[in-house]
């Protein structure tokens, strides 16, 4: 079975700062696929960001990068320069490779940019 | 312009009433998804349908029945539904199943039942 937790139900970061939103997972399976998704009050799931866990790299898109730590089973998302659109909710996922396993996802995090 | 949508974006229907659902995906994907979004609670998986197949089903009662015509279009019946059954409903879709294939959401209905 695959876990994801997340910690911090509210983070509060001010505009033009950095923010980390962290992410810890459990999985048995050796080969999977860790996922962030924004959702705005609007309702609707952003994808932000993708990590394989055998990328030799972190991914990064734009603002966004993913602190990859794979014996830590961390995968921490960090916003930098931080705007007042970057409110909302922020979900990370994951999902393995063995079968049909669904996408697993965390309680979420509720990111607050102040000006 | 999304790339899912999904209608109706508001839904408050009585426990006695019968209401689909409809997702639609513009982006030639194979794979759909139904997800439930209650308060305070992580996104429950529902359903999944793989080429028009259904390939999972997450214990989800009877009172609610997928239906996928072909790869684009995936409803949400429901009849007799609870008060419980108050959530965000989303749909995703993602080029085909496995772990790399990121899902794409449409903006969800958001269904109050009395």
């Known amino acids: 079975a695959q876990k994801i937790t997340q910690t911090q139900p509210g983070m509060f970061v001010q505009e033009k700062e950095a923010v980390t939103l962290d992410c810890t997972y459990d999985t048995s399976d050796p080969s999977y696929g860790l996922f962030w998704y924004k959702q705005p009050s609007s309702g609707e799931m952003i994808f932000l960001i993708y990590q394989g866990s055998y990328d030799q790299q972190n991914a990064t898109e734009g603002r966004y990068s993913l602190n990859f730590q794979k014996a830590r089973k961390s995968a921490n998302l960090v916003i930098s320069a931080s705007q007042l659109g970057d409110s909302a909710m922020y979900f990370c996922?994951?999902?393995?490779?063995?079968?049909?396993?669904?996408?697993?996802f965390g309680k979420g995090t509720r990111l607050s940019v102040i000006a | 312009e999304t790339g899912v949508t999904q209608t109706p974006r508001h839904l408050v229907m009585g426990m006695t009433n019968k209401k689909s659902l409809k997702c639609e995906q513009h982006?030639?994907?194979?794979?759909m998804y139904w997800y439930k979004q209650s308060a305070k609670k992580p996104l429950e998986l529902m359903f999944v349908?793989?080429?028009?197949?259904?390939?999972e089903n997450n214990s989800v009662p009877s009172r609610f029945s997928p239906e996928c015509p072909n790869s684009s279009h995936l409803f949400l019946h429901l009849h007799t539904l609870q008060p419980e059954d108050s959530a965000l409903y989303l749909c995703?879709?993602?080029?085909?199943?496995?772990?790399?294939?990121?899902?794409?959401f449409g903006p969800g209905t958001r269904l109050t039942v009395l």
């Open positions: 996922a994951m999902r393995g490779t063995t079968g049909n396993t669904p996408l697993v």
């Open positions: 982006l030639g994907h194979n794979a």
């Open positions: 349908y793989n080429f028009k197949e259904q390939t």
């Open positions: 995703a879709s993602s080029r085909a199943l496995g772990s790399y294939n990121e899902q794409f």
